[in-house]
């Protein structure tokens, strides 16, 4: 009898949280649903934002069921919402974070309506349908499933709905961080960032972003003489800015792996074809790499950026009329920096490749002091090991893929005060991300993908937030 008790105790022991609080889904799904679609009808575009009418309707609802909530605004129309469950104390806080700010859209390039949330052909289309109400929807869910099922929790579980991701983080996470981080400190994050890729309808990785390049937007200026449109110059600005933008198409700087690219790599070769495998597994190999990362860049863009602090020409502008001369033209390189890169050591080696004293190199974007280079998540924590779990109860037969997500979230923001913070997302074809993805005018999301990602979050939490 001892034997079987203590048998029963250690099998208990081993169940999942979640096992002991069973949700009926069906329900879960249909509220889920109705608030997902709810918010995506919302036009949240920034500029200007307007994401106030978004916390207008998540705060009644959380306040319905007694939860705490703090509304937080810079600016009375692009306010942010902290939401909290309290625990015992025993642990300290964990954040699940999602924007609600979108970026524009040019109605004439979409199908269909971006602000009616189409359900068509098993998706859901519309702006922000990926990129970021997701996490909204399904931080709001989880904070009302926490409460109604009283579950007991170890640490605070707080929801933040930030406003101004899109490129205006002052009175989005910047103003939370550097004015009320009392309100939202915690040991981990949870926001976007990753993604559950399928292939053919079959999972093989959960991404998770434990990292993220940093923007330092720069703008070259080339300076020259104005002249007549019929008589050339040596000194034409246009000339000089042509050949340094020209530049960036045979020189990007050395490839560097660290912890989460060195892991990502050796992971991804796992379940990756022979040849695929070989090329990830040699990335470093001196004999192979100039050819490795050559193929990277003609056929895996993502992985060939992942490997560098990456340069890319987006904006040129110079001149007013075709038979005027300029005195200056501009050029924008959206740089998308390492984590550990020492940009003033980039910029010298820039002047050096473009090698011309009639173009100027000008550091500086809107949003780039706010995103500050941090180190990387790391992959020991008790969060992370529960992804991995999680993952594995899930998708059995996927792995766990720790990722440096090429563009910028407000995780690094909180990186920067120490958290460590992790990004996940909805499941999607590996080919979707190309037309379907964030920011494209096709965006969409799997009609099944929300509910998943809303089992995964309970799971998760549950794991690191429950006894």
């Keep these: 009898m001892k034997r079987f008790l203590l048998a029963l105790l250690g099998a208990g022991c081993l169940a999942s949280a979640a096992d002991r609080y069973p949700v009926d889904w069906k329900q879960v799904d249909e509220e889920l649903m109705q608030h997902f679609t709810a918010l995506l009808k919302m036009d949240t575009s920034n500029p200007p934002g307007n994401e106030t009418q978004a916390v207008n309707y998540l705060r009644p609802i959380l306040e319905k069921e007694g939860i705490e909530v703090k509304v937080l605004a810079l600016e009375p129309n692009r306010a942010n919402l902290v939401a909290r469950l309290r625990g015992n104390g025993s642990k300290k806080p964990i954040a699940v974070m999602g924007h609600t700010d979108v970026v524009g859209v040019q109605r004439e390039k979409w199908p269909v309506d971006p602000f009616a ?42 929801f933040i709905a930030e406003a101004g991701e899109e490129g205006t983080t002052g009175p989005g996470i910047d103003f939370l961080v550097n004015q009320h981080w009392s309100d939202i400190a915690c040991e981990f ?43 050339p110059k040596v000194d034409n600005p246009i000339l000089h800015l042509s050949a340094a933008v020209a530049k960036f198409q045979s020189w990007q700087p050395p490839m560097r792996l660290n912890d989460t690219t060195r ?28 050819e490795i990362q050559r193929y990277l860049l003609e056929h895996e863009p993502s992985n060939y950026s992942v ?41 010298e080696q820039i002047r050096q490749q473009i090698n011309d004293p009639a173009v100027e190199v000008i550091a500086g974007g809107t949003t780039d002091s706010s995103r500050k280079p941090s180190p990387p998540s790391r992959l020991d924590t008790e969060m992370f090991q529960a992804i991995e779990r999680v993952q594995k109860r899930m998708y059995p037969e996927a792995i766990t893929l720790p990722a440096l997500l090429t563009a910028a979230t407000d995780m690094s923001q909180m990186r920067a005060k120490g958290v460590q913070a992790y990004g996940w997302g909805p499941i999607a074809e590996e080919s979707e991300m190309q037309v379907h993805g964030p920011h494209s005018d096709q965006e969409r999301v799997l009609e099944t993908s929300i509910p998943a990602m809303m089992r995964f979050l309970w799971n998760t939490v549950l794991e690191v937030a429950v006894h």
């Design 263 to 290: 892991a990502y790599f050796e992971r991804l070769a796992t379940i990756s074809p022979p040849e695929a495998a070989r090329r990830y597994n040699h990335i470093t190999d001196p004999a192979e790499t100039v």
């Design 189 to 231: 994050a949870l926001a976007e960032g990753g993604f559950t890729a399928s292939r053919n309808g079959k999972v093989r990785f959960v991404e998770i972003t434990t990292t993220e390049k940093a923007p330092r937007t720069t703008r070259l200026v080339a300076h020259g003489t104005a002249g007549h449109g019929s008589i």
């Design 117 to 158: 949330a189409v359900h068509k052909d098993g998706y859901i289309w519309g702006r922000g349908s990926s990129d970021d109400k997701p996490h909204v929807v399904t931080g709001l869910m989880l904070l009302l499933m926490l409460k109604r099922m009283h579950v007991p929790l170890d640490r605070d579980v707080i």
């Design 307 to 347: 490997l560098r602090t990456s340069i890319v020409p987006t904006i040129f502008k110079g001149g007013f009329r075709s038979n005027v001369i300029p005195s200056e033209a501009e050029a924008t390189l959206d740089i998308r920096a390492l984590p550990d890169e020492n940009v003033e050591q980039l910029y």
